[in-house]
C-alpha cells in the first residue's frame, strides 16, 4: 500500500514569490494534516480536514496561508506571498479516522531567500 | 491547550538501554503517541497508549502514567540505527482529538 505522498520534496524560492505543496494521503484516510516543522522542533498543526471540511484552521496564518482538499482526497497548501520566517519542512499527514494514529509524508522543505 | 516537555539531546552506547522520558500537562487525556524520525525523514509510528502501563513492542515499549502526566520509551539493545529524533505527541479529548506534539529528543548512538 502506498503511504503519504508529497510533492515537491524541496523547493528554494524568493521571498515575495508563491509557492504551492500538494499531498496524496492514504487511500481510504478520511482525516489529513498539515504540520510545519522547523528544524530541532517538533511538528505544529496548521489546519486539519475531516474529508473536504477543514475543521480546526486556527494555526494557518489566513493572510498569507491558504489550504483546500477538493473532492476529499489531495489537499493543496500555498503560501502567498512567501516571507523569510516560512522556511521550514511542510509535512502532511492522514489518518483513518481523527483517533486515528497519523501517518507521515516525508515532506516538502521550504526555504525562501 | 497542553505543555508537553521532553529532554532536547540524549547520547547512549550500542547494546545499551535507553530511557526517554516526557511529560504532559493537559486538561483533557485522550491518548500518547511515540514517533520516531530520523534525519530528513517523514516521523514513524512506534506507540500509542491510552491505559496506565507498560506496552512492549520487540526493543521499544512505552510506559503511560496518566496521574503523573508521565510515559517515557524505553529502547533495548540499542543499535546504530536508532539514532534519531523521538517525539512524544498527546492527544486532547473533547473537539479536534488533534495530537500535539513535543519539540523531539535528539538520541545519539555511539559505538
Known amino acids: 500500500e502506498a503511504g503519504v505522498v508529497q510533492s515537491p520534496r524541496y523547493k528554494i524560492i524568493e521571498k515575495k514569490q508563491p509557492v504551492a505543496f500538494w499531498c496524496n494521503p492514504i487511500?481510504?484516510?478520511?482525516?489529513l494534516y498539515w504540520y510545519l516543522q522547523n528544524l530541532g522542533q517538533g511538528p505544529e498543526l496548521l489546519i486539519r480536514y475531516e474529508n473536504e471540511e477543514a475543521v480546526d484552521d486556527s494555526q494557518l496564518p489566513k493572510d498569507r496561508f491558504s489550504a483546500e482538499r477538493l473532492k476529499g482526497v489531495d489537499s493543496t497548501l500555498k503560501i502567498q506571498p512567501a516571507e523569510l520566517g516560512d522556511s521550514a519542512v511542510y509535512l502532511c499527514?492522514?489518518?483513518?479516522?481523527?483517533?486515528?494514529?497519523?501517518?507521515f509524508g516525508e515532506g516538502s522543505r521550504l526555504t525562501v531567500l | 491547550g497542553q505543555n508537553i516537555d521532553q529532554p532536547t539531546e540524549m547520547t547512549a552506547t550500542e547494546g545499551a538501554i535507553v530511557q526517554i522520558n516526557c511529560t504532559y500537562q493537559?486538561?483533557?487525556?485522550?491518548?500518547l503517541f511515540w514517533y520516531q524520525q530520523h534525519a530528513g525523514e517523514a516521523p514513524t509510528f512506534l506507540s500509542y497508549n491510552v491505559l496506565d502501563g507498560l506496552e512492549e513492542k520487540g526493543r521499544f515499549s512505552s510506559f503511560l502514567s496518566r496521574s503523573k502526566g508521565y510515559s517515557y520509551l524505553l529502547l533495548k539493545e540499542l543499535q546504530m540505527k536508532d539514532s534519531a529524533s523521538y517525539l512524544c505527541a498527546v492527544r486532547e479529548r473533547g473537539g479536534s482529538y488533534i495530537p500535539t506534539f513535543g519539540r523531539g529528543t535528539s538520541l545519539i548512538v555511539h559505538p
Open positions: 499527514a492522514s489518518s483513518l479516522s481523527q483517533t486515528g494514529e497519523l501517518f
Open positions: 493537559t486538561s483533557g487525556f485522550n491518548g
Open positions: 487511500s481510504g484516510h478520511n482525516t
